[in-house]
T-cell receptor
Framework: EAQVTQNPRYLITVTGKKLTVTCSQN?????MSWYRQDPGLGLRQIYY???????DKGDVPEGYKVSRKEKRNFPLILESPSPNQTSLYFC???????????FGQGTRLTVV | AQSVSQHNHHVILSEAASLELGCNYS??????LFWYVQYPGQHLQLLLK??????LVKGIKGFEAEFIKSKFSFNLRKPSVQWSDTAEYFCAVNDASGGGADGLTFGKGTHLIIQP
Protein backbone atom coordinates (compact mmCIF):
# COMPACT_ATOMS: atom_id res chain seq x y z
CA GLU A 1 0.00 0.00 0.00
CA ALA A 2 1.34 3.42 -0.98
CA GLN A 3 1.80 5.49 2.12
CA VAL A 4 3.73 8.05 4.09
CA THR A 5 4.55 6.87 7.60
CA GLN A 6 5.40 9.18 10.48
CA ASN A 7 6.55 8.24 13.94
CA PRO A 8 5.71 8.86 16.64
CA ARG A 9 2.05 9.86 16.36
CA TYR A 10 2.07 11.60 19.73
CA LEU A 11 4.97 13.02 21.69
CA ILE A 12 5.25 15.04 24.87
CA THR A 13 8.70 16.35 25.68
CA VAL A 14 10.43 18.98 27.78
CA THR A 15 12.03 22.19 26.63
CA GLY A 16 15.53 21.68 25.29
CA LYS A 17 15.46 17.90 24.89
CA LYS A 18 16.44 17.00 21.33
CA LEU A 19 13.94 14.95 19.38
CA THR A 20 13.50 13.46 15.93
CA VAL A 21 10.28 12.75 14.08
CA THR A 22 10.75 10.17 11.36
CA CYS A 23 9.06 10.14 7.98
CA SER A 24 9.24 7.42 5.38
CA GLN A 25 7.50 6.98 2.01
CA ASN A 26 7.32 3.88 -0.17
CA UNK A 27 6.32 5.54 -3.46
CA UNK A 28 9.81 6.42 -4.69
CA UNK A 29 8.85 10.09 -4.62
CA UNK A 30 11.54 12.68 -5.20
CA UNK A 31 9.90 15.55 -3.33
CA MET A 32 9.29 15.51 0.42
CA SER A 33 8.33 18.23 2.83
CA TRP A 34 7.36 18.99 6.40
CA TYR A 35 4.45 21.18 7.49
CA ARG A 36 3.14 22.34 10.80
CA GLN A 37 -0.55 22.90 11.35
CA ASP A 38 -1.75 25.42 13.91
CA PRO A 39 -5.33 26.57 14.61
CA GLY A 40 -6.28 29.52 12.44
CA LEU A 41 -3.01 29.41 10.51
CA GLY A 42 -3.53 26.41 8.26
CA LEU A 43 -0.45 24.47 7.15
CA ARG A 44 2.90 26.16 6.86
CA GLN A 45 5.90 24.58 5.22
CA ILE A 46 8.96 24.07 7.42
CA TYR A 47 11.48 22.44 5.09
CA TYR A 48 11.41 20.61 1.79
CA UNK A 49 13.66 18.34 -0.20
CA UNK A 50 13.71 17.96 -3.96
CA UNK A 51 15.91 14.87 -3.87
CA UNK A 52 18.60 13.07 -1.89
CA UNK A 53 21.01 15.51 -0.24
CA UNK A 54 18.98 18.49 -1.52
CA UNK A 55 17.03 20.34 1.16
CA ASP A 56 15.84 23.92 1.54
CA LYS A 57 13.95 26.14 3.94
CA GLY A 58 10.23 26.65 3.73
CA ASP A 59 8.24 29.44 5.35
CA VAL A 60 8.92 28.64 9.02
CA PRO A 61 12.30 26.86 9.31
CA GLU A 62 13.57 28.41 12.57
CA GLY A 63 14.28 25.81 15.23
CA TYR A 64 14.17 22.85 12.87
CA LYS A 65 16.63 20.75 10.89
CA VAL A 66 16.12 18.05 8.30
CA SER A 67 18.23 15.57 6.38
CA ARG A 68 17.69 13.51 3.25
CA LYS A 69 20.33 10.79 3.10
CA GLU A 70 18.02 8.31 1.44
CA LYS A 71 15.19 8.91 -1.00
CA ARG A 72 12.54 7.31 1.20
CA ASN A 73 13.36 9.01 4.53
CA PHE A 74 13.08 12.64 5.58
CA PRO A 75 13.41 13.06 9.36
CA LEU A 76 12.57 16.30 11.15
CA ILE A 77 14.94 17.24 13.94
CA LEU A 78 14.29 19.66 16.79
CA GLU A 79 17.68 20.26 18.43
CA SER A 80 16.30 22.28 21.34
CA PRO A 81 12.50 22.25 21.34
CA SER A 82 10.58 25.16 22.80
CA PRO A 83 6.90 25.48 23.78
CA ASN A 84 6.13 27.51 20.63
CA GLN A 85 6.92 24.38 18.63
CA THR A 86 3.92 22.64 20.15
CA SER A 87 1.94 21.79 17.04
CA LEU A 88 0.63 19.13 14.69
CA TYR A 89 3.27 18.11 12.17
CA PHE A 90 2.70 16.51 8.77
CA CYS A 91 5.20 14.97 6.43
CA UNK A 92 4.26 14.86 2.75
CA UNK A 93 5.73 13.43 -0.41
CA UNK A 94 5.02 13.87 -4.11
CA UNK A 95 6.41 12.51 -7.35
CA UNK A 96 7.84 15.94 -8.15
CA UNK A 97 7.22 19.53 -7.23
CA UNK A 98 3.76 20.60 -8.31
CA UNK A 99 2.33 17.08 -8.16
CA UNK A 100 -0.31 15.86 -5.74
CA UNK A 101 1.06 15.59 -2.22
CA UNK A 102 0.49 12.49 -0.07
CA PHE A 103 0.42 13.16 3.64
CA GLY A 104 1.41 11.14 6.66
CA GLN A 105 -0.93 10.62 9.61
CA GLY A 106 0.56 13.47 11.58
CA THR A 107 2.58 13.84 14.76
CA ARG A 108 1.09 15.79 17.63
CA LEU A 109 3.98 17.32 19.56
CA THR A 110 3.67 19.00 22.93
CA VAL A 111 6.68 20.79 24.40
CA VAL A 112 6.34 21.67 28.09
CA ALA B 1 5.37 34.28 -3.36
CA GLN B 2 1.85 32.99 -3.51
CA SER B 3 -0.84 33.46 -0.93
CA VAL B 4 -4.17 31.70 -0.63
CA SER B 5 -7.29 33.17 0.92
CA GLN B 6 -10.24 31.11 2.07
CA HIS B 7 -13.17 33.38 2.78
CA ASN B 8 -15.03 31.41 5.40
CA HIS B 9 -13.29 29.98 8.44
CA HIS B 10 -16.41 28.26 9.79
CA VAL B 11 -19.47 27.11 7.85
CA ILE B 12 -22.49 25.34 9.31
CA LEU B 13 -25.02 23.73 6.99
CA SER B 14 -27.87 21.29 7.25
CA GLU B 15 -27.80 17.98 5.41
CA ALA B 16 -28.84 18.22 1.74
CA ALA B 17 -27.90 21.90 1.55
CA SER B 18 -25.65 23.05 -1.26
CA LEU B 19 -22.07 24.01 -0.48
CA GLU B 20 -19.68 26.51 -1.96
CA LEU B 21 -16.35 27.30 -0.30
CA GLY B 22 -14.42 30.21 -1.68
CA CYS B 23 -10.70 30.20 -2.49
CA ASN B 24 -8.65 32.96 -4.06
CA TYR B 25 -4.94 33.00 -4.70
CA SER B 26 -2.57 35.87 -5.34
CA UNK B 27 -0.03 34.50 -7.82
CA UNK B 28 -0.39 35.66 -11.43
CA UNK B 29 1.66 32.95 -13.13
CA UNK B 30 0.84 29.37 -14.03
CA UNK B 31 -0.50 27.49 -11.06
CA UNK B 32 -1.60 24.06 -10.00
CA LEU B 33 -4.60 24.13 -7.67
CA PHE B 34 -5.75 21.64 -5.07
CA TRP B 35 -8.46 21.07 -2.51
CA TYR B 36 -7.62 18.82 0.44
CA VAL B 37 -9.96 17.53 3.14
CA GLN B 38 -9.04 16.65 6.71
CA TYR B 39 -11.60 14.57 8.59
CA PRO B 40 -11.48 14.81 12.39
CA GLY B 41 -8.28 13.29 13.73
CA GLN B 42 -7.01 12.29 10.32
CA HIS B 43 -4.41 13.40 7.80
CA LEU B 44 -5.05 15.46 4.70
CA GLN B 45 -6.50 13.71 1.68
CA LEU B 46 -6.77 15.05 -1.85
CA LEU B 47 -10.29 15.94 -2.95
CA LEU B 48 -9.47 17.23 -6.40
CA LYS B 49 -6.83 19.05 -8.40
CA UNK B 50 -6.49 21.29 -11.41
CA UNK B 51 -3.39 21.36 -13.59
CA UNK B 52 -4.73 22.37 -17.01
CA UNK B 53 -7.61 21.79 -19.42
CA UNK B 54 -11.28 21.87 -18.46
CA UNK B 55 -11.61 24.47 -15.68
CA LEU B 56 -14.41 22.50 -14.07
CA VAL B 57 -12.86 19.57 -12.25
CA LYS B 58 -14.62 16.76 -10.48
CA GLY B 59 -13.23 15.05 -7.44
CA ILE B 60 -14.15 12.34 -5.03
CA LYS B 61 -17.35 12.14 -2.99
CA GLY B 62 -19.34 14.38 -5.35
CA PHE B 63 -17.16 17.47 -4.97
CA GLU B 64 -16.24 19.72 -7.86
CA ALA B 65 -14.34 22.96 -8.27
CA GLU B 66 -14.17 25.62 -10.94
CA PHE B 67 -11.00 27.46 -11.88
CA ILE B 68 -11.71 31.02 -12.99
CA LYS B 69 -8.40 32.47 -14.07
CA SER B 70 -9.66 36.04 -14.40
CA LYS B 71 -10.81 35.99 -10.80
CA PHE B 72 -7.85 34.01 -9.42
CA SER B 73 -10.43 31.71 -7.87
CA PHE B 74 -10.88 27.98 -7.36
CA ASN B 75 -14.12 27.55 -5.45
CA LEU B 76 -15.23 24.18 -4.15
CA ARG B 77 -18.83 23.05 -4.58
CA LYS B 78 -21.10 20.18 -3.71
CA PRO B 79 -24.82 20.20 -4.59
CA SER B 80 -26.01 18.24 -1.55
CA VAL B 81 -23.87 17.77 1.55
CA GLN B 82 -23.99 14.86 3.97
CA TRP B 83 -23.23 14.63 7.67
CA SER B 84 -20.04 12.73 6.76
CA ASP B 85 -18.73 15.83 4.96
CA THR B 86 -18.02 17.43 8.33
CA ALA B 87 -14.30 18.19 8.11
CA GLU B 88 -11.74 20.90 7.53
CA TYR B 89 -11.13 21.89 3.92
CA PHE B 90 -7.93 23.41 2.61
CA CYS B 91 -7.30 25.10 -0.68
CA ALA B 92 -3.68 24.98 -1.90
CA VAL B 93 -1.70 26.39 -4.80
CA ASN B 94 1.64 25.57 -6.34
CA ASP B 95 3.68 27.56 -8.82
CA ALA B 96 3.74 25.34 -11.89
CA SER B 97 5.86 27.56 -14.12
CA GLY B 98 9.22 27.29 -12.41
CA GLY B 99 8.90 23.83 -10.98
CA GLY B 100 7.26 25.01 -7.79
CA ALA B 101 10.26 24.16 -5.70
CA ASP B 102 8.77 25.83 -2.68
CA GLY B 103 5.90 23.38 -2.52
CA LEU B 104 2.27 23.94 -1.73
CA THR B 105 0.93 27.14 -0.21
CA PHE B 106 -2.19 26.46 1.83
CA GLY B 107 -5.09 28.61 2.84
CA LYS B 108 -6.00 28.76 6.53
CA GLY B 109 -8.78 26.26 6.11
CA THR B 110 -12.56 26.21 6.38
CA HIS B 111 -14.14 24.20 9.16
CA LEU B 112 -17.37 22.73 7.79
CA ILE B 113 -20.00 21.34 10.15
CA ILE B 114 -23.01 19.50 8.73
CA GLN B 115 -25.97 19.23 11.05
CA PRO B 116 -28.20 16.17 10.69
Amino acid sequence: EAQVTQNPRYLITVTGKKLTVTCSQNMNHEYMSWYRQDPGLGLRQIYYSMNVEVTDKGDVPEGYKVSRKEKRNFPLILESPSPNQTSLYFCASSFQTGSEAFFGQGTRLTVV
Amino acid sequence: AQSVSQHNHHVILSEAASLELGCNYSYGGTVNLFWYVQYPGQHLQLLLKYFSGDPLVKGIKGFEAEFIKSKFSFNLRKPSVQWSDTAEYFCAVNDASGGGADGLTFGKGTHLIIQP
